[in-house]
DNA sequence: GAGTGGTCTAGACCACACT
DNA sequence: GTGTGGTCTAGACCACTCA
């Protein structure tokens, strides 16, 4: 089957833009004009050889571009399609709140039940260890003290969407069930407050980037997703740092969204 | 200059990994290692390929790989580099707090004093327009009403950082300062108070993609560096939407700090 | 087996930066 | 001018998908 019908114009050879980014100039406007809809297959190389009587080298730098900018996934075998978006995840800035906590729910699954996504946990692996001065500067231990450490990754409708890993001070963790891959309802945080420590208040640090091999990998990420990297602290009432939370989130399948005062 | 030292290995061709793969494996690896630091030179291509014995194609291959992942730049006629990252600038979540407005700054320079750093604005542009559904949604306006839109370009030491457009309702916007591209001290929020309108709380929606085309150009990114999109809605003590901000923000160069209540 | 993209070679000419 | 990366050609063989 053929699919050149998108492409409506030639390619001007005396141009100062290079021919490969007039080609992938047409397959962008093809795509952004709704002309090539989502998981819709673009022309294949040999179509694109053939329309634009250009070398193979050529098309394929084209492709190229639009797989980086992430418009375009190729499977190979297959085709090369528009990417599709997953649907996007927003989480509310009151998603810590204790009455979640109460429901016997973890931030996770209480955010994925609200808009009716399936949601496991996997890879839970519990550990002391020495954290980077990133960690140990915003829990305010000392740079050769170890902290326990939590990491799991969580999918949504089968996918995997976040990585993190908790870092909480030994004095807190030891002897409770935060040691063990399943903390019991409520999650960690409910066990921290079994343990006295009241939560107060959370901060959040968000940056972006695009992911590591290794991100990618977990994640499952096709070229072209950036990720967040979000670093949760949570403070009791007497102002300490009771953990702290690196987490890398798939960049295209999460909104945050936050509530600022204005005094 | 040779820099080959930094090429332990050599290349197993028998390998299921692809060449490519195995030559951007070992750049990969001397720049995580800190062996090739922040703008230092990588290998030419000829060094690569006469290292190697392999085609040119196939280094080029491996270096676009490091570029993906926003490891390494390109400069054409001198020579491919490590990626230097910018001075990230945090914002804090009291960034828009009234005391900033009384001292007569706008948000952005007062962060930016924060730091040290020179900041301006440029392309200002004030038009009246019809906002998308995104933004109209949140404004709470008609879908065929007309919106008062303030664009405007932010620079850091010099560099573009930010690309911000502000919708506020024709009924607050008319007749004022807003109207004007300089609106006077505390910025637009000081000219919105102005008018009755007392700030109680913004909600801001956090997202994270690839540049498109035209942010790229704007914003002077290189490939592999995403932004941050950041949609702020202000609200008034009446709880009416007041201002909708739509920010285009360097992924490289923000920490976006947020604080959630645990209650 | 036919069609698809993935990898690799061996050239060519060009544009840009430096000295 | 020399060295650098940018573009382009014309092939080759391979691996994967689907009928």
């Known amino acids: 089957m053929l699919n050149e019908g998108i492409l409506v114009n030639q390619i001007d050879p005396t141009s100062d833009r290079a021919v490969f980014r007039q080609i992938a100039d047409q397959l962008r406007q093809a795509i952004e ?6 998981g819709e297959k673009l022309p294949s190389e040999a179509e694109l050889i053939e329309h634009y009587s250009v070398a193979r080298m050529t098309v394929r730098q084209a492709i190229q571009e639009l797989r980086n900018e992430g418009l375009a996934v190729a499977e ?11 649907p996007v995840k927003r989480l509310a800035s009151d998603r810590f709140a204790r009455r979640h906590r109460k429901d016997g729910k973890a931030a996770f699954l209480a ?14 692996s519990v550990s002391e260890v020495r954290p980077s001065k ?3 500067d915003r829990l305010g231990t000392g740079s050769d003290q170890t902290v326990v450490s939590r990491s799991r990754r969580y999918l949504r409708d089968g996918h995997p969407v976040e990585l993190a890993t908790s870092y909480i001070p030994v004095d807190i963790a030891r002897g409770t ?5 399943n903390p019991g309802p409520g999650g960690i945080y409910a066990r921290i407050e ?5 939560l107060e208040r959370f901060v959040e640090d968000v940056s972006t980037r695009l992911p590591t091999r290794e991100e ?5 990420l096709t070229s072209g997703t950036p990720v967040f990297r979000l670093i949760r602290t949570a403070y009791d009432l007497q102002g300490a740092a009771v953990e702290v939370c690196d ?13 600022l005062p204005a005094h």
């Open 177 to 181: 069930k935060i040691m063990e891959p």
């Open 33 to 38: 004009s709704g002309r090539l809809r989502e």
């Open 76 to 86: 190979h075998g297959r085709g090369v399609f528009v990417r599709r978006r997953p």
């Open 247 to 259: 987490t890398i989130m798939s960049g295209d399948a999460f909104l945050l969204s936050y509530e």
């Open 194 to 198: 079994d343990q006295g420590h009241t």
């Open 216 to 220: 990618a990998k977990l994640l499952n």
């Open 111 to 124: 955010e994925s039940e609200a808009v009716g996504a399936r949601s496991e946990v996997d890879m839970i």
């Open 134 to 136: 990133e960690i140990s």
